[in-house]
């Protein structure tokens, strides 16, 4: 069985945090192959080596004096060294990089955050360093060359049996160094994880997986332990913050299921994102549920609109004109609505009416902004009746207007708009029933 694991910033923030990882990459034999970010921040108020290091670039840019900045970087690599007995020249091999630091590129200086805390981990944990550079490679264009990639990846099984590997940046065939966007790791980890065939893509981060709903609206969310791609990417286009999509293509491709732990806790479960999750009556209604505030709908009515074609054509081309992207399209008979984020049409929405009104000859035009739209996601939602009766009745118990439905083609979500002001009550009102409902399910057995 072969599991990359990588761990991001706050995983490798100091001593204390190499000493989990350490023991996380010791107890499973399986986990022969790491990435780490670069160090992140140790506290609240500390910065990230990242964030450090893109302010060196700026004082060059700006011909101001770095030395003090650098050499607070330098500390806490030599800190981190010192606390954990490792040998590797680290105040050496830090002073060489800096010396020459106004030659270098700055994507190449911004690098040094993972390419340092790799080698530092690379000794503590007594395995290979491979440096990212001589292992994923770029095209110029700044995406990745998977082929070339691919063979470098396994050259390097080939000689060193396992390693440890700085997320984050690559190098294009010449050698220049590349960055990914922010928060790249993932990437790198997924990346090394389809070219290695592994069985599992590991990433372990500082908290114990998904959470069903956003924790500064619902008391305490459980965790989502099971999820399916397609959930996921339902809950994280409605406002969850999960992975990126970046990080999740290519394991996804290829059928590698992403587990997500927390360093701080190895004994969580965390959550595991799969294609398909297993079918059967032993699962969770409803996976999470997620949303968005200020949206706008644009409903249209006009008479015998149902026997007339390309209607909706028409008005979803005035909204192409605006460059305005549209989220849902309710329709009715001789009726539809369409919806957009209200942000995107907040100069041109009285434009776009007006160029409705030319255009379609509509009997009436109705606009109800300030619309917050509540995605509840379940795989399983589709194979058990009543369910969005179940989230209308509550939202109505609640006394709380509905004013648009929908529901996704593959039944996975079914998305209910609700004015702004009643939108953390609903959310509220949709996990309790579900949550609680569930509980006594549980108390039966019937749920794990
Ligand atoms: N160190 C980089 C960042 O802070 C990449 C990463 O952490 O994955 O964005």
New binding site residues.
Partial sequence: MIKVAKF??SSVADAGQFKKVKDIVRSDPDRRFVVV??A?KRFSDDN????LLLLVNAHINYHVDCTSLLADIEERFVELARELGIKYPIAQKFEEFSSVIKSLSPEYIVSR??WFTARLMAEYLGLPFLDAADAIVFHHDGTIDTERTATQVKDAVQRLGSFVLP??YGATVDGTIKLFQ?????ITGAILARCLDADVYENWTDVSGFLSADPRIVDNPRTIHRITFDEMRELSYMGASVLQEEAIFPVREVGIPIQIKNTNRPDKRGTIIRETAEEGAQEHLITGIAGKKDFLAVHVQKAHMSNAVGVIRRALGIFERYGVSVEHIPTGVDSFGVVVNGADVKDTIYSIINDMQQELKPDSINLVDKLALISVVGRNMSRRPGTSGRVFGVLGEAGINIRMITQSSQEISIIVGVNNEDFERAINVIYEKFVSDEMVDMVRGEVQ
Avoid: H
């Fill in positions: 991001g910033g970010s670069a992140g990230k080596i990242t964030d955050g993972e997320g984050f922010r928060g790249g790791g993932d």
